[in-house]
């Protein structure tokens, strides 16, 4: 996607009750060339869930910088504090998914992100867990973050876990008065803070009252608490799957805007749109961009699709033959050699084609986590990870489908 070039001006309609009034803030967006600028009035807020996380490292530099291109409105991010109560960028409670703690720090890879100071984070690598090519990404600071998006990015800080990081709120309010940048982002309705903790958003509402607050989680059957909720938070976030469509109009009734999340395949995209929330996360806002323009979500495509997932099979996940798997398909009119694609999960869990695998018109592959014996058999072909646990989420998740050189060609969600 071009960025050098003339930006298509969207307008956005950011809740801001504590001044009293609504407020309109103008965010530019780059769109494609040839895309039209939505219409304002139906628009939808899109947001890059921790950074760009489905295409590079979540809560790195690098997957901001990604996002640039992509042109979200706004990245989110995690924040959490070191031991000496620096705001680090980190989701999980610890950091052995997503760096090499492992290796650096082998008696203290189940501890947790509070318990190592800055400099010990620094020591870490939190990029080539997601590929070689990211090989060095550093756990970044919140300040870091700020001169990576600044300024045509907002940004979505989220309070990740307060109870494990006493005092966090206060810290971010300090860095937050601590660079003239935030307030701008924040005059211009380009800053915004989340948390699950409901207690958290509405302490750092009370102490920086022109920041839209979001609190995230199951939306309340009762109006009365909805509307509670609603005295001091201007939205609300909640997970596409679980929503109900008649809670959109709730939401709004009680004076809230209502985002939802992590919205990955281009289907679910459209069907979100189509209930008219105000915003959408998803790992993949490049995506999500070219649906919300009327563009081919997926210009990379070569026909071979993920036709249907087995997470949850009678019996153990990962019984020999017959456990937990994928089926990718190929409707096109032409073989296509599938040796060496790959299947990332939401939390970029890789699952892989072996090579040998050509896939002719009409076939189908089953793509099994467990064990097993790989079969070519274009009736029945079959390719056994061995991947030693399950990893196939049974309430449902989004897989994405890489050719071997890494281009995207399919995400599916169930």
Not at 23 to 51: N, Q
Not at 181 to 194: M, Q, S, V
Not at 241 to 261: E, Q
Request: glycine content about 10%; overall charge negative; aromatic content about 6%.
């Amino acid at each position: 996607m071009e960025t050098d070039r003339p930006v298509a001006t969207r307008w956005h309609r950011i809740g801001a009750r504590a001044a009293g009034s609504a407020v309109i803030a103008a965010v530019s967006v780059a769109l494609p060339a040839g895309a039209a600028a939505a219409d304002p009035a139906s628009d939808i807020v899109t947001i890059g869930h921790r950074g760009s996380a489905g295409l590079a490292p979540e809560n790195t530099l690098a997957g901001i910088d990604l996002a640039h291109q992509h042109g979200p409105d706004f990245i989110e991010i995690d924040v959490q504090l070191s031991a000496d109560r620096i705001p680090v960028m980190m989701h999980d409670a610890t950091v052995a998914r997503t760096t090499n703690v492992a290796e650096v720090f082998p008696d203290r890879a189940g501890d947790p992100v509070t318990s190592f100071t800055y400099d010990e984070l620094q020591q870490l690598d939190a990029g080539s867990w997601y590929g070689d090519e990211y090989t060095g990404e550093r756990i970044p600071t919140l300040r870091e973050v700020l001169d990576h998006a600044y300024p045509r990015l907002g940004v979505v800080i989220e309070l990740k876990n307060p109870a494990s990081s006493p005092g966090l709120v206060q810290v971010v309010v300090d860095e937050l008065a601590s660079d003239p940048r935030w307030d701008e982002l924040a005059a211009t309705g380009r800053l915004k803070a989340i948390s699950f903790d409901a207690a958290a958003v509405r302490e750092l509402r009370d102490r920086r009252p022109d920041i839209p607050v979001m609190v995230l989680g199951a939306i309340p059957t009762s109006d009365a608490e909805l509307e509670s909720v609603a005295g001091w938070a201007d939205e609300w976030g909640t997970n596409y799957r679980t929503l109900d469509p008649a809670d959109v109009d709730r939401v709004h009734r009680a004076g809230m805007l209502l985002n939802v999340y992590t919205v990955n395949s281009p289907d679910h995209m459209s069907t979100v749109r189509e209930l008219g929330v105000d915003m959408v996360t998803s790992d993949f806002p490049g995506v999500l961009e070219r649906v919300l323009a009327g563009l081919d979500p997926l210009p990379d495509a070569n026909g071979v699709v993920i036709s249907g997932v087995l997470a949850n099979p009678p019996g153990d996940d990962l019984q020999p033959e017959t456990g937990e798997h994928v089926m990718l398909a190929n409707p096109t009119n032409r073989p296509v050699y599938l040796g060496g694609y790959y299947l990332h999960d939401a939390v970029i869990n890789r699952l892989v084609v072996g090579r040998g695998y050509l896939l002719l018109p009409g076939e189908e592959l089953r793509v099994y986590t467990g064990p097993g014996s790989n079969r070519r058999d274009p009736r029945d072909a079959r390719y056994y990870n061995d991947f030693g646990r399950a990893v196939l989420n049974n309430g449902g998740d989004s897989l994405a489908l890489f050719t071997r050189t890494g281009a995207l060609v399919d995400i599916f969600g169930y």
